[in-house]
């Protein structure tokens, strides 16, 4: 499995539901990076997309408790153990977290590549990811050159399992 966020410099990841600021080169790398993927999210992260809906172009599945839970352009899964028969027999690598918080620390030790994009600013957050320089089990495979938007600096990172 494969997972990809934006992270400001304490690995904040969200304020109230939504992202912490708004790069369309960021949207568009994610864009690039998940089209034709099986993407996994949370409820509330299906809920911040636009309409409410999964993203076209990608198969989605959204896990949340409520069994009576209904989502446009996604399949709806209760938890791990049914969204991983619902994709069995998928290469891993087709198979994209994007969050939130909880799915993203659930699914971390299933994940064999993480696509940070880092954010060299400190906001708000109330949601947040672990630091991945500071995770043995990670290694920095390559980064991007600087980008600026907004008046924001950030650079794309592309981290990879040790021994996996």
């Not at 709806?76 to 969204?83: M, N, P, Q």
Request: aromatic letters at 10%.
């Amino acid at each position: 499995m494969q997972l990809i966020l934006a992270a400001d410099e304490n690995w904040g990841i969200g304020k109230g539901g939504d992202l912490l600021c708004h790069l369309p080169g960021d949207l568009k790398y994610f864009k690039e990076r998940t089209m034709g993927k099986i993407m996994v999210m949370g409820r509330a992260t299906l809920e911040s997309l636009p309409g409410k809906k999964g993203l076209p172009g990608r198969t989605n599945y959204v896990l949340t408790s409520d069994r009576a839970y209904e989502a446009e352009n996604a399949r709806v899964v209760h938890d791990r153990a049914e969204l991983m028969e619902a994709v069995s027999g998928t290469d891993p690598d087709e198979i994209m977290i994007m969050g939130g918080e909880r799915v993203y620390k659930e699914f971390l030790p299933l994940c064999s590549v993480c696509y940070i994009t880092k954010i060299y600013e400190k906001f708000d957050a109330d949601r947040f990811f672990v630091n991945l320089d500071d995770d043995a089990d990670f290694t920095c495979e390559a980064v991007s050159g600087v980008k600026e938007e907004n008046g924001i600096k950030y650079q794309f990172f592309k981290y990879t399992r040790k021994n996996g």
